[in-house]
C-alpha cells in the first residue's frame, strides 16, 4: 500500500489546517481509514478513523475541532484540523487497516504513510 500525506506545516495556536492523502496501489475500497500522531518521545496516538460506511471515530482530545473526511473516488482522505493547540504538535500519519472494529485506536496499528509535519506554536 502507498500512502502520501500533505498538507501539513506550521500555524498560530487557534490556527487551521487541512491534510490530504492519496492511497494508491491497494484496493482500499474495503477497509477502515484514518489518522495517528506521534510526538517525539511519545506513544502513538489515535486522531481519527472513518469505515467503509462513512462511521467516523475520533479521540478525545481532537473532538468538535478535528473532522476527518473521504472521497473514494478520488482515493483520498482529508483530516480538517481547527481551533489548533500547542499539544497537536506532532508528525500525522495517514493510515489503513483491516481490523474488524474501525477506530481511531485501532488505525494506530495500520499500515501508513511517511507522515507530514504539524507545528503549532
Known amino acids: 500500500v502507498q500512502l502520501v500525506e500533505s498538507g501539513g506545516g506550521s500555524v498560530r495556536t487557534g490556527g487551521s489546517l487541512m ?3 492519496e492511497v494508491a496501489e491497494y484496493p482500499y ?3 477502515c481509514m484514518g489518522w495517528f500522531r ?4 511519545k506513544e502513538r496516538e489515535g486522531v481519527a478513523a472513518i469505515g467503509i460506511d462513512g ?3 475520533y479521540a478525545p482530545s481532537v473532538m468538535g475541532r478535528f473532522t476527518i473526511s473521504q472521497d473514494r473516488s478520488k482515493n483520498a482522505l482529508y483530516l480538517q484540523m481547527n481551533s489548533l493547540r500547542l499539544e497537536d504538535t506532532a508528525r500525522y500519519y495517514c493510515a489503513i487497516t483491516t481490523a474488524r472494529v474501525c477506530d481511531h485506536v485501532s488505525i494506530t496499528f495500520g499500515e501508513r504513510g511517511q507522515g507530514t509535519q504539524v507545528t503549532v506554536s
Request: net charge positive; aromatic share 8%.
Open 38 to 41: 506521534q510526538a517525539p518521545g
Open 19 to 21: 491534510l490530504s492523502c
Open 55 to 57: 462511521s467516523t471515530s
Open 29 to 31: 475500497l474495503k477497509y
